[in-house]
């Protein structure tokens, strides 16, 4: 067997995951939770994701015992010859199977919940660069629109705050889909382009930015909020272009989370009520990422900000057009921009996640 099945960590963390899918069965069995259905279908929900690694890792451990009976059988210096000849046969289907079963468990470790997550919300705002970091973002946000598009997933904005050039301070959009995190999960980060912009006269590249934050969508309950004393709600007239009604209808909202100073403007739809639950949607999911990037922090101090501070030199990818080069600086790889800002994103995914699970792997996880 290969040494990532032997790896003793992986098998603590899959019977780890063994005992959790049982104390939530018994959980849901237990009276006192059936009488508290948001509890049970929050139950129930975790106990399928966990089911999605305890039934192959059973099939692992089957497959696994029928080839240490083969290979006792093959070393038993006194055993039937017959039955070494059945063993010696058996052997090699028997740890491609194990091998075939465990590659997948260990693709499922690293994923975590990550490969659970089938709605994020992806937030691009403009960094370093004035109105072409404006356009930039744009840019990056119609190519995660036919990223989305071409793998079948639901792309529906939330909000947007144009600029006078058609560019984007900001664009928040939700994204739905299988397994959408793991597609989207590694574009967080400062992204920087090299171009001549639309506004430049003189011919000359510029050098802008814009920082990509992807956040894994939670219900309101999944994260501890007390929407009455922990938050502060201001409503107020959206402003910009709508007519009448944008003007005097007091529909925008911004939301104030006080325990952690984060603030959510929602100003999108013409429905006060429709406003409100867009931001605080946007708000669980930003309030539990930063409680989660806490916790990361004190397991690694020097992790940085999934969102940095939109400097172009805190970059995860460079767009240069004039060589018609996309560079990705974690893999130190170049791809076609035309095909990158086209959208087509998968060569750069799969071997962006080839890289994480190599990294983990030597890691132990």
């Not at 019977?15 to 959790?20: A, L």
């Not at 309950?221 to 007239?237: P, R």
């Not at 605080?280 to 930003?286: I, K």
């Amino acid at each position: 067997m290969s040494t990532v099945e032997e790896n003793p960590a992986f098998i603590a963390k899959l019977d780890e995951i063994v005992t959790r899918y049982e104390t939530v069965g018994n959980e849901m069995n237990d009276a006192a939770a059936s009488g508290n259905s948001a509890r049970i279908v929050k139950l129930a929900k975790e106990h399928a994701n966990l089911a999605k690694m305890v039934t192959p890792y059973q099939a692992y451990k089957k497959v696994r015992a029928g080839f240490d009976e083969a290979k006792a059988i093959l070393d038993d210096p006194a055993g039937d010859p017959e039955l070494k000849e059945l063993a010696r046969m058996e052997l090699p289907e028997l740890e491609a199977q194990a091998t075939q079963i465990m590659e997948g468990l260990v693709d499922g470790l690293i994923g975590g919940d990550d490969a659970n997550v089938d709605s994020i919300i992806i937030e691009i705002r403009a960094g370093t660069g004035g109105d072409e970091a404006a356009l930039f973002a744009r840019d990056l946000h119609d190519m995660y629109a036919r990223y989305a598009a071409a793998r079948g997933f639901k792309f529906e904005v939330i909000d947007i705050s144009p600029n006078e050039l058609g560019g984007y301070r900001e664009a928040i959009s939700e994204i739905k889909g299988p397994n959408v995190f793991l597609h989207f999960g590694y574009e967080g980060g400062g992204h920087r382009v090299q171009r001549v912009p639309e506004t430049e006269q003189q011919g000359r590249i510029h050098t802008s930015a814009a920082t990509v934050a992807v956040l894994p969508e939670v219900e309101e309950t999944d994260v501890d909020i007390d929407w009455e004393k922990d938050v502060l709600e201001h409503v107020s007239a959206a402003g910009g272009p709508g007519g009448q009604n944008v003007n005097k209808v007091a529909t925008a909202i911004r939301l104030e989370h006080i325990p952690t100073g984060i603030t959510v403007s929602m100003r999108d739809e013409r429905s006060q009520h429709k406003n409100r639950a867009k931001a605080r949607r946007l708000m669980a999911s930003r309030v539990k990422a930063h409680y989660e990037e806490m916790d990361r922090a004190k397991r690694d101090s020097t992790r940085k900000s999934m969102i940095g501070s939109g400097n172009r030199n805190e970059r995860v990818r460079t767009y240069n057009f004039p060589q018609n080069r996309c560079t990705d600086h974690r893999l130190n790889e170049n791809y076609s921009l035309e095909k990158i800002i086209a959208g087509q994103l998968d060569d750069v995914v799969q071997a962006l996640r080839r890289h994480d699970r190599a990294q983990r792997i030597a890691a132990g996880i």
